[in-house]
């Protein structure tokens, strides 16, 4: 089971790799926001297989913290982008 969860994370991995070619040549904003959601979502899962591989329970609270991280960050991103807050 090890080495199918070591090839998971490898392939992970390599499609973070891809998704940071789309962040930075991504042709819109729109593009690079997806981009660096996945690469967040990605990272989040790779930590979460690596607790299941260690058999570590603390690294959950670790992806839990990043979840939050990224979603606030997304949201500001995308606030900014948009325009800023209505004022209506």
Known sequence: MDRFLIGAIIFLGITVLL????????????DRIIG?????????VIIAMVSFILKETYFIDVVIVYALISFIGSYV???EISGGANDD
Do not use: A, E, L, W
């Open 19 to 30: 998704c940071m070619i789309r962040v930075i040549k991504g042709p819109t904003k729109g």
């Open 36 to 44: 660096i959601n996945v690469i967040g979502t990605k990272t989040m």
């Open 77 to 79: 991103v995308s606030r």
